[in-house]
Structures are given as C-alpha cells and as structure tokens.
C-alpha cells in the first residue's frame, strides 16, 4: 500500500515539474494550484529549517549557522523584478554556487534529490527516469519559490 502512494506522489512530482516547465502553454487553474502544493511541500521538507516556514531566512536552524540564510521571498527584487527560474534551478541542484568565492553553505539537493530518486525508481513498476524525478521535485520547488515573491 505504501509503495502504491510514494508511486503517486512520485509520478505527481514529475507531472507537476513538467508542466510548470510548459505552463506558458496554459495548464488549468487545478494543476497550477497542484504543483504549487508539491513545490510547497518540497520546501518545507527541505528549506524551511533554515529559511523559516515564511522564506525570510528565520528557520530553527538559522541561528547556529555561520552565514544567515537569505530572504527567498526578495528573490526578484535583485533580480531586477524577474525570477530567474533557471538560476534557482542551478543553485538547488547544485550547478551554480551561491557564494563564487568559495564553497556554498548551503546544501546541494541536486546530489541528495538524485539518491533519493534512483531508490523510488528501483521500487516502482513503472519505467521512471531518475533524472525526470529529480527534475519534477527541483521545478515544483522553483515554481513554488517564483510564487511567495514580494516587493
């Protein structure tokens, strides 16, 4: 049974991560709203410790760090007022540090997403690509991100 729901949740993920990545082509109010749900729920598994649950930096785990975690609701503000949706990607997945002058603080979920994913897609019955899986939790996260911008 339990394998039957992470199968779910998995191939929601992947559903969700492509059809933010074609959004643009008009995806219905309910599937937005869904993948806003995983990108969500993506974050507080993985950011809000030390984001804070509101994205302001004010996590639990924030005071013990050595560098504070950055305001993720500010993100297009330095961007000029346009989230860089492929820049985030980066810097989730690892590809992009934050910090150019040294290694980032902050955890690469690329490498963690990509374990994670290579064991569910062992335990499917269906052909899933461990790649397409990390692709989904990573864009369902950014699309989450992309929505809680602020002035």
Not at 86 to 113: Q, S
Not at 135 to 146: A, D, K, Q
Request: aromatic share 6%.
């Amino acid at each position: 049974m339990k394998t039957i729901k992470r199968s779910k949740i998995i191939i929601a993920t992947v559903v969700a991560g492509c059809g933010l990545l074609f959004s643009l082509g008009g995806t219905s109010a309910l599937e937005q709203a869904a993948q806003l749900k995983l990108g969500e729920h993506e974050y507080m598994n993985n950011c809000a410790a030390c984001h804070g649950a509101d994205a302001k930096g004010g996590g639990p785990v924030a005071a013990v760090l050595s560098i504070k975690p950055n305001d993720l609701t500010k993100i297009s503000k330095k961007f000029s007022g346009k989230f860089p949706a492929e820049h985030i990607y980066k810097v989730i997945d690892g590809r992009e540090m934050i910090n150019p002058h040294g290694d980032t603080n902050m955890p690469v979920w690329g490498h963690r997403y990509m374990s994670v994913a290579h064991k569910k897609a062992e335990s499917v019955p269906h052909e899933l690509d461990t790649q397409a899986l990390v692709f989904g939790r990573i864009t369902s996260l950014v699309g989450y991100l992309e929505s809680i911008q602020t002035d």
